[in-house]
């Protein structure tokens, strides 16, 4: 890197960032680094992912040319050791998931449906890599917090307390303290913790539009959208048009219009009517279809557009 024209660097950290034409200190020993303030600290996640990402594959393709060679073993080894961890982290996330699911079974798969329609909207507006990966475990684990909420207050079919109801609010940001020393390459407790944020910066942290980083804007929007055209125990399923309506109605307040716009047009012009239809039957109807669902009443759950947690 120094021949390359890098005058300070001395460390691999500060080849990495001199590379992306940031500027490193710090000697060998420390490997310290100080990174530039105007740089969001999404953007360095979103770099780290990619490095992450670009050092699997470069083992890979290394030992496609060294076949056979001790050279080739050790890249092997280094890839599917890399690949491991990846697997593994999908395995810890889909059993904390299903732990979820088992507390409150009306809600179940809620949040896997939430990451499937995040992944599919994200990708459709043209996010980065990053982003994708992000929404998806993002969507999956935003309800751990649901892990301390009575599972009789999470089914009830009855009207909430005050308390309670507090409890429920909570969630998502009980979800990020959960989360936070777990070692993610990707924003994805700073994305839970930013979920339940306002775009006219009515939210609970006081962030508004573009403070609230882009992956919670996209979740909200999908948590939503899910939370509305899926059936419940208390509740029937709203239409697509209702939901769109609704989600139509608090754009530009508490939802990203460009979020919002994109959803609506996943849903009616990418297949995701067809797709998503499932979402739409509770576990009584499949059950006991002949039995209409019960109704909630009022103040027993947050509305599906306001708070948005089952």
């Known amino acids: 890197m120094i021949s390359a024209g890098f005058k300070k660097v001395w460390n691999i950290d500060g080849g990495i960032l001199a590379w992306r034409g940031l500027v490193a200190w710090g000697a060998p020993k420390a490997?310290?680094?100080?990174?530039?303030?105007?740089?969001s600290q999404a953007d360095y996640v979103a770099l780290a992912w990619m490095l992450e990402q670009s050092a699997r594959k470069f083992y890979a393709t290394m030992a496609e040319r060294f076949p056979g060679s001790p050279d080739g073993s050790l890249f092997t080894e280094l890839a599917s050791e890399r690949q491991k961890s990846e697997s593994m982290l999908n395995k810890l996330i889909d059993t904390l998931v299903s732990v979820v699911d088992r507390r409150d079974p009306f809600a179940a798969h809620h949040s896997i449906r939430v990451a499937e329609v995040s992944r599919s909207v994200a990708a459709d507006?043209?996010?980065?890599?990053?982003?994708?990966?992000?929404?998806?475990?993002?969507?999956?684990?935003?309800?751990?917090?649901?892990?301390?909420?009575?599972?009789?207050?999470?089914?009830?079919?009855?009207?909430?307390?005050?308390?309670?109801?507090?409890?429920?609010?909570?969630?998502?940001?009980?979800?990020?303290?959960?989360?936070?020393?777990?070692?993610?390459?990707?924003?994805?407790?700073?994305?839970?913790?930013?979920?339940?944020?306002?775009?006219?910066?009515?939210?609970p942290l006081g962030l508004c539009g573009e403070q609230i980083m882009r992956t919670a804007r996209v979740l909200a929007v999908t948590n939503a959208f899910v939370a509305m055209i899926s059936g419940r125990a208390y509740r029937k399923a709203m239409t697509f048009e209702d939901?769109?309506?609704?989600?139509l109605e608090q754009a530009g307040s508490k939802f990203d219009r460009r979020v919002v716009v994109a959803l609506i047009n996943y849903v009616e012009n990418r297949g995701g009517g067809s797709k998503w239809s499932d979402f739409m039957k509770t576990r009584d109807d499949i059950l006991h279809p002949e039995q209409p669902s019960i109704i909630r009443p009022p103040g027993g759950d947050p509305e599906p557009h306001s708070d948005s947690i089952t």
């Open 243 to 247: 939901a769109a309506d609704i989600l």
């Open 31 to 39: 490997s310290m680094a100080w990174f530039d303030p105007a740089v």
């Open 125 to 203: 507006m043209g996010a980065p890599e990053t982003d994708v990966s992000t929404v998806d475990i993002s969507g999956r684990l935003m309800n751990l917090g649901k892990v301390y909420i009575p599972a009789d207050v999470l089914t009830r079919n009855a009207d909430l307390t005050d308390e309670e109801r507090t409890q429920i609010g909570a969630i998502h940001d009980v979800s990020a303290d959960l989360l936070r020393d777990v070692p993610f390459d990707l924003p994805v407790v700073e994305t839970i913790r930013h979920l339940p944020e306002w775009w006219d910066g009515s939210g």
